[in-house]
């Protein structure tokens, strides 16, 4: 079965920071863009970050660029999403996905969503004290 699963998510405090993992099964993910996107209650998905597939093209939006980091090890087939300083307002659940495109910030929007092949089913990030 072709699947990616996140994991990582919890209940932190403001300020905490989180490593989110975005790990892949039935198929090789180093062939892949991977992108994170995070849905926050009664709001649409938001694209946050994605990575090609050496790690070599990496976007990060701007509402997260100084504090998250993404990172892959294709060894591990594996894609990693380093969240630290953590807001009230990151709380959402965060979807990996994983498709063959090239990562830019328009795969990041919207019109970007249809193109990736695979998603996750989500890990839920809350941050509160």
């Known amino acids: 079965q072709l699947q990616l699963v996140e994991s990582g998510g919890g209940l932190v405090q403001p300020g905490g920071s989180l490593r989110l993992s975005c790990a892949a099964s039935?198929?090789?993910?180093?062939?892949?863009?991977v992108g994170w996107f995070r849905q926050a209650p009664g709001r649409e998905r938001e694209g946050v970050s994605c990575?090609?597939?050496?790690?070599?093209?990496?976007r990060l939006t701007d509402s997260v660029k100084d504090r998250f980091t993404i990172s892959r090890d294709n060894a591990d087939n594996t894609v990693y999403l380093q969240i630290d300083s953590l807001k009230p307002e990151d709380t959402g659940i965060y979807y990996c996905a994983a498709g063959r495109l090239l990562c830019t910030y328009g795969s990041l929007r919207p019109t970007g969503v249809s193109e990736y092949d695979y998603w996750g089913q989500g890990t839920q990030v809350t941050v509160s004290s």
């Open positions: 990575i090609s597939t050496s790690g070599g093209r990496i």
């Open positions: 039935g198929f090789t993910l180093d062939s892949y863009t």
